[in-house]
């Protein structure tokens, strides 16, 4: 008589199974996150750009932005009221989930926004995405881009690098 195969599976084909299952729910966890915050990088960095085309609309017919906040620009309408999912005091907050601000800059000759409190994997994240879209960009108030200095990630990794929280500003003309 032939023998008969038992048709239920080794505890080895269990184990490899699990195993398998392991490692995708293991590489999900550490791939996610970092999907994760380059989409909110990517999309800060739009807003932004957003932020510094509307703030140049407004005052187009003079190169003086005084005055400039992120109310102005939502009083005009020329940013959605529903931009910040959250407000801290009047002052918008990032989806980074840190403050910013918007404010006249270099004798009211450029616009600039700001983030305070950024942490150093964001700071890192964000400032290649503006990169050539701002003048002037600027690491706890040391420029890592400016007309005479070009950005270097070098740089701006040493600089987001440099403390547990970093304030960035983006500079417009």
Same mark, same amino acid.
């Given at each position: 008589?032939?023998?008969?195969? !038992?048709?239920?599976?080794?505890? /080895? &084909?269990? /184990?490899?199974?699990?195993?398998?299952?392991?490692? @995708?729910?293991?590489?999900?966890?550490?791939?996610?996150?970092?999907?994760?915050?380059?989409?909110? #990088?990517?999309?800060?960095?739009?807003?932004?750009?957003?932020?510094?085309?509307?703030?140049?609309?407004? =005052?187009?017919?003079?190169?003086?932005?005084?005055?400039?906040?992120?109310?102005?620009?939502?009083?005009?309408?020329?940013?959605?009221?529903?931009?910040?999912?959250?407000?801290?005091?009047?002052?918008?907050?990032? &989806?980074?989930?840190?403050?910013?601000?918007?404010?006249?800059?270099?004798?009211?000759?450029?616009? #600039? @926004? &700001? =983030?305070?409190?950024?942490?150093?994997? !964001?700071?890192?994240? /964000?400032?290649?995405?503006?990169?050539?879209?701002?003048?002037?960009?600027? @690491?706890?108030?040391?420029?890592?881009?400016?007309?005479? @200095?070009?950005?270097?990630?070098?740089?701006?990794?040493?600089?987001?690098?440099?403390?547990?929280?970093?304030?960035?500003?983006? =500079?417009? !003309?």
């Amino acid at each position: 008589m032939s023998k008969i195969r !038992n048709k239920g599976f080794s505890l /080895l &084909e269990i /184990l490899l199974v699990l195993a398998i299952a392991a490692a @995708v729910v293991i590489a999900a966890f550490i791939i996610y996150p970092k999907v994760t915050a380059e989409k909110t #990088a990517d999309s800060e960095a739009k807003r932004v750009m957003m932020i510094a085309a509307a703030a140049r609309s407004l =005052y187009t017919s003079k190169a003086n932005y005084s005055g400039l906040t992120f109310d102005v620009l939502k009083n005009a309408d020329l940013i959605d009221k529903g931009m910040f999912a959250k407000m801290d005091g009047g002052m918008p907050i990032s &989806e980074f989930g840190t403050p910013m601000t918007l404010y006249a800059a270099n004798g009211n000759t450029m616009v #600039a @926004v &700001e =983030y305070q409190q950024l942490k150093k994997e !964001n700071c890192i994240r /964000l400032i290649p995405k503006i990169g050539g879209g701002a003048t002037i960009i600027q @690491v706890n108030g040391i420029p890592v881009q400016s007309p005479t @200095v070009q950005l270097n990630m070098a740089d701006v990794t040493a600089q987001c690098s440099s403390g547990i929280f970093t304030t960035v500003s983006f =500079y417009f !003309n």
